[in-house]
């Protein structure tokens, strides 16, 4: 086992919903700071810009000590023309990969995630009991040939993507996840914190699909909230907006078994540590006590 721990600026309040929307987001250089006194070697992209652009990400990181773990895009794969109007923003990202030119740690991944649907993201979770809200064979067979161009996309520019099931979306369910494998050539990213919004078990996958992961996302979820939000029909923003993701250990998540199992495997990479948070007044200073305490948690299990 070769890891590289890293963590992302949404577990301190960080991500698309927040940058440059919200007064109590860290700016950059703060959660660098805050994530290399945590004990982390990476650091995930976040919003395209937020770690900067050209000179300025690569010094910064550079500055730091810290690698680029890899950057979050969602993509249509099913619908072909909407599919070929985001190809810019893929392009943008690997862009800011090539910018980023880490000096640490693996190359990054193109962590890519289903572009979804409004009625997806209105009835989070429940594609795991009905499976007409997911894809039809049909459009199973246009998402994976909107996959195909996706990976041809990275590999040309010499990045490998790993596939990341999303609440509301597509690739949610556990068995959106099988089938998507079985469909492409796509690598996994275990993501251990969605997945049980999804009514999956991130444990199952791993023993199931150990030989396609190839990123891992750690994060820790409550099911009970979990379950409230399911079972109310609450829209994707809640998992958020009801802190349904909490401390490693803290949760409902088999958070110990998963790195046990995983730490067996020969699995080599990043592991980043997430724990997605809307900022509040006092959210830099809890976020960092987390953060710092997910850390050692992963080091008790020998990352």
Same mark, same amino acid.
């Given at each position: 086992?070769?890891?590289?721990?890293?963590?992302?600026?949404?577990?301190?309040?960080?991500?698309? #919903?927040?940058?440059?929307?919200?007064?109590?987001?860290?700016?950059?250089? /703060?959660?660098?700071?805050? #994530?290399?006194?945590?004990?982390?070697?990476? +650091?995930?992209?976040? =919003?395209?810009?937020? #770690?900067?652009?050209?000179?300025?990400?690569?010094?910064?990181?550079?500055?730091?000590?810290?690698?680029?773990?890899?950057?979050? +895009?969602?993509? =249509?794969?099913?619908?072909? &023309?909407?599919?070929?109007?985001?190809?810019?923003?893929?392009?943008?990202?690997?862009?800011?990969?090539?910018?980023?030119? @880490?000096?640490?740690?693996?190359?990054?991944? @193109?962590?890519?995630? &289903? !572009?979804?649907? =409004?009625?997806?993201?209105?009835?989070?979770?429940?594609?795991?009991?009905?499976?007409?809200?997911?894809?039809?064979?049909?459009?199973?067979?246009?998402?994976?040939?909107? %996959?195909?161009?996706?990976?041809?996309?990275?590999?040309?520019? !010499?990045?490998?993507?790993?596939?990341? =099931?999303?609440?509301?979306?597509?690739?949610?369910?556990?068995?959106? +996840?099988?089938?998507?494998?079985?469909?492409?050539?796509? !690598?996994?990213?275990?993501?251990? !914190?969605?997945? %049980?919004?999804?009514?999956?078990?991130? #444990?199952?996958?791993?023993? /199931?699909?150990?030989?396609?992961?190839?990123?891992?996302?750690?994060?820790?979820?409550?099911?009970?909230?979990?379950?409230?939000?399911?079972? *109310?029909?609450?829209?994707?923003?809640?998992?958020?907006?009801?802190?349904?993701?909490?401390?490693?250990? *803290?949760?409902?998540?088999?958070?110990?078994? +998963?790195? &046990?199992?995983?730490?067996?495997?020969?699995?080599?990479?990043?592991?980043?540590?997430?724990?997605?948070?809307?900022?509040? @007044?006092? &959210?830099?200073?809890?976020?960092?006590?987390?953060?710092?305490?997910?850390?050692?948690?992963?080091?008790?299990?020998?990352?």
């Amino acid at each position: 086992m070769n890891v590289t721990i890293a963590n992302a600026p949404i577990s301190w309040g960080a991500f698309e #919903l927040t940058v440059g929307q919200h007064p109590g987001v860290p700016d950059a250089d /703060r959660i660098l700071e805050l #994530l290399v006194e945590a004990g982390y070697d990476g +650091i995930d992209l976040g =919003p395209v810009g937020y #770690l900067g652009r050209g000179n300025e990400i690569r010094s910064r990181l550079a500055r730091h000590g810290i690698g680029l773990a890899g950057g979050y +895009i969602e993509l =249509p794969f099913s619908d072909h &023309d909407a599919l070929t109007g985001k190809l810019a923003e893929l392009d943008d990202l690997l862009d800011t990969f090539d910018e980023a030119a @880490p000096a640490s740690g693996p190359a990054p991944r @193109p962590t890519i995630a &289903d !572009g979804g649907a =409004p009625h997806r993201r209105v009835a989070v979770g429940r594609s795991a009991t009905d499976r007409s809200v997911g894809l039809d064979d049909r459009q199973w067979q246009q998402w994976a040939a909107g %996959m195909a161009i996706v990976l041809d996309r990275c590999r040309s520019r !010499g990045y490998e993507p790993t596939l990341h =099931p999303e609440t509301g979306t597509f690739i949610e369910a556990e068995w959106e +996840i099988d089938r998507a494998l079985e469909l492409t050539e796509v !690598g996994l990213c275990l993501e251990t !914190g969605h997945q %049980m919004v999804g009514g999956g078990d991130a #444990l199952v996958t791993l023993e /199931r699909w150990g030989d396609r992961i190839n990123h891992v996302h750690v994060k820790d979820a409550r099911a009970s909230v979990i379950d409230r939000i399911v079972d *109310d029909g609450m829209p994707v923003e809640s998992i958020w907006q009801e802190r349904a993701f909490c401390a490693l250990g *803290d949760g409902d998540v088999a958070i110990g078994a +998963i790195l &046990d199992r995983l730490a067996a495997t020969d699995y080599s990479g990043w592991v980043v540590v997430e724990q997605d948070i809307f900022p509040g @007044p006092d &959210d830099p200073a809890a976020a960092q006590r987390d953060q710092v305490a997910n850390r050692a948690l992963l080091r008790a299990h020998g990352f």
